[in-house]
């Protein structure tokens, strides 16, 4: 979005797929309809769009909801969730998905792990949008006689290119709004499933640390002590099952930053397994004989990605208002490394008893 850069009274923060804006209305401000006032004031963005955040409830005056025919009035503070959009630009391509719902309104998508979610540099082509563009025809060609209702495609969050696992997909701008203010308000439901190096100390616990830009490896991000640094970020984990030298936990994102469990677990000295970007793709965990490293490195081998799964996802349906939540099983491949990391560590309590 683009903002009034000479406008004091506008501020703005990102996080994840949505902008947040916080207009102080003018002292002097004459009384004025809320959805042309936005209109004119936000850029890049339509009326149906600021109108559909009313409905939704992705924009309040003081707090409070409003209809599109509210007038506003002096010192008034409107905030905005603007979801994120993705221009039809973007090149459909015949890519299968394993599609798990579908309504008129929502869209819930297996991942597989290795797919990259948005085209960028490096990917610029293959990735899940140009599969959903070709899915519900969304192309400058189509416009106005689109599968999803509109022109745009309609992503409300993201997962790394090799975590596996589920996402939703808005398909209309009063889904699309609705669930952005979820995101945002932290009240939808996201639950992974990590394998991570040894044993956590407590079997359940909560990471609070704010994650920003690593300060030497832009590509990186790194938690941060200090409460002025980085965006706050926390992650709820509970331990599923322990193998000795591995762990499975479950984690629960209470808020969405980037690569935030990856961070986090790391940041507890139990790295994901795998993870090449954080520590994990090495020996973190047990005596390196030559055994041990060769059953490691095979299961690098045979497992080559970080084991980070999207299990669980849940919300409230923007049109029904009732909670529905979805579940993904691990993939066989994950299953696979886990079975064998099981017998090793059976094999070991055997050898030594």
Not at 156 to 162: L, P, S
Not at 260 to 283: A, C, W
């Amino acid at each position: 979005m683009t903002i009034h850069e000479d406008d004091p009274t506008t501020t703005s923060e990102n996080d994840d797929l949505q902008d947040v804006l916080i207009i102080q209305v003018d002292k002097n401000q004459s009384p004025r309809r809320i959805d042309t006032f936005l209109t004119d004031r936000i850029k890049n963005v339509s009326r149906t769009r600021i109108q559909q955040g009313l409905r939704s409830g992705a924009i309040t005056v003081n707090g409070n909801t409003v209809k599109p025919n509210f007038r506003i009035a002096p010192l008034q503070t409107i905030q905005v969730i603007v979801p994120h959009h993705e221009e039809i630009e973007i090149g459909p391509e015949d890519i299968p998905l394993d599609i798990l719902f579908e309504d008129e309104d929502i869209l819930i998508v297996n991942k597989a792990a290795g797919m990259v979610v948005h085209p960028g540099i490096g990917n610029p082509r293959h990735t899940l949008l140009n599969a959903l563009a070709f899915y519900l025809n969304i192309s400058p060609e189509a416009a106005g006689d689109t599968k999803a209702g509109f022109d745009r495609l309609g992503l409300v969050h993201r997962i790394d290119k090799e975590t596996s696992g589920l996402l939703v997909i808005a398909k209309n701008e009063y889904a699309l709004s609705h669930l952005a203010k979820q995101f945002f308000d932290h009240s939808s439901s996201r639950e992974y499933y990590a394998l991570v190096w040894g044993e956590p100390e407590q079997d359940n616990g909560t990471i609070d640390l704010p994650i920003g830009r690593h300060p030497r490896f832009r590509q990186l991000f790194s938690t941060f002590p200090d409460r002025d640094q980085g965006k706050s970020a926390i992650t709820h984990y509970e331990v599923i099952e322990k193998m000795y030298y591995v762990t499975l936990i479950k984690c629960k994102l209470e808020t969405g930053r980037t690569h935030q469990i990856r961070v986090h677990l790391q940041s507890m000295g139990h790295p994901v397994f795998n993870d090449e970007k954080y520590g994990g793709n090495r020996i973190v965990k047990g005596t390196v004989h030559n055994r041990y490293r060769q059953f490691v490195e095979n299961i690098f081998a045979e497992f080559n990605r970080h084991a980070l799964h999207a299990r669980t996802l849940g919300f409230v349906h923007p049109t029904t208002g009732k909670w529905i939540q979805f579940e993904s099983a691990l993939p066989y491949e994950f299953e696979s490394i886990l079975k064998k990391w099981r017998n090793y560590t059976q094999n070991q309590k055997q050898l030594h008893t």
